[in-house]
């Protein structure tokens, strides 16, 4: 049972930068599906869905939301056992609960922005004041 601990959050003003950090339990080779694992962060404002923000696959494949691409990246240091999201000219917007998640990735063509992740973390706070 892979457990995740993410921090980095906190308050900035708009066009500033973040770094949020995600700690797993075990080593993320221990995900490996059929098709390797998905690493990704989400994020779920007040009164509104959670979104797939940006995710990494295990061959470092990357894939982002529209909406941040261009700003945000997505990392993960294996040796570490953690992911990273560089979040840089932030906005309003952007003010969520940011979870770090990982799945097994079992069929070749699902995206790992598309696929149920199994394994979440707690979450950690970013606001972005105008």
């Known amino acids: 049972q892979v457990q995740l601990v993410e921090s980095g959050g906190g308050s900035v003003q708009n066009g500033g930068s973040l770094r949020l950090s995600c700690v797993a339990s075990?080593?993320?080779?221990?995900?490996?599906?059929?098709?390797?694992?998905?690493t990704a962060w989400f994020r779920q404002a007040p009164g509104k869905e959670r979104e797939g923000v940006a995710a990494?696959?295990?061959?470092?494949?990357?894939t982002y939301v529209d909406s941040v691409k261009g700003r945000f990246t997505i990392s993960r240091d294996n040796f570490k056992r953690t992911l990273y999201l560089q979040m840089d000219s932030l906005k309003p917007e952007d003010t969520a609960m940011y979870y770090c998640a990982a799945a097994r990735r079992n069929r070749k063509y699902d995206p790992c922005l598309g696929i149920e992740y199994g394994y979440w973390g707690q979450g950690t706070q970013v606001t972005v004041s105008s």
């Open positions: 075990e080593d993320f080779a221990s995900l490996y599906g059929a098709y390797g694992y998905c």
């Open positions: 990494i696959r295990s061959d470092t494949t990357t």
